[in-house]
C-alpha cells in the first residue's frame, strides 16, 4: 500500500512539471489549492494504477520491439500510458486532457518518466517488515 502511495506521489508531480511544460497536456482546473492539489493526485493514482498493471501486460506483449529499437519503444508505451490515463479520466468533470500522440503524448510520457524517477530517487523508500 505504501508503494501505491509514493508512486502515486512521484506520478502527481510528474504529471503537474508536464501540465506546466508541454503545451498539448492539461489537467483540470479547480478553484482551489487544496482541490488543484487533489485533482493531480487523483491523477497520479490512475496513472500509478495504469504503470503497474497495463505496462507490464504491454511490456510483455511488446518485447520484442523493445529488443529491436534497443529500449527505445519504452518512449511509446510510455505515451501511450499518458493516452490511456487521458482516456480512463476523461469520464470524469475532472482529470488529464492529452492533444493526441505526436507531441504531446510523446514528449509529456518522457517527462513523466524522468520526473517520476527523480521524485523516487528523492523520496524515502518505505520499509518492507521483516517477519
Not at 529491436?68 to 469520464?91: D, K, P, Y
Request: hydrophobic letters at 60%.
Amino acid at each position: 500500500m505504501k508503494e501505491l502511495f509514493w508512486r502515486t506521489v512521484a506520478a502527481a508531480v510528474g504529471v503537474w512539471v508536464a501540465d506546466a511544460l508541454i503545451g498539448g497536456i492539461a489537467v483540470t482546473q479547480v478553484e482551489t489549492w487544496w482541490q488543484q492539489l487533489l485533482v493531480y493526485l487523483v491523477v497520479g493514482l490512475v496513472l500509478a494504477i495504469v504503470q503497474l498493471f497495463v505496462k507490464p501486460l504491454v511490456q510483455a506483449l511488446t518485447f520484442i520491439l523493445y529488443i529491436l529499437t534497443l529500449g527505445l519503444f519504452g518512449v511509446i508505451v510510455n505515451a501511450l500510458m499518458l493516452m490511456l490515463c487521458s482516456w480512463l479520466t476523461g469520464h470524469f468533470s475532472w482529470g488529464i486532457t492529452v492533444d493526441g500522440f505526436w507531441p504531446a503524448a510523446v514528449l509529456g510520457g518522457i517527462v513523466v518518466a524522468i520526473v517520476s524517477s527523480i521524485v523516487t530517487v528523492l523520496l524515502p523508500r518505505p520499509r518492507q517488515e521483516r517477519r
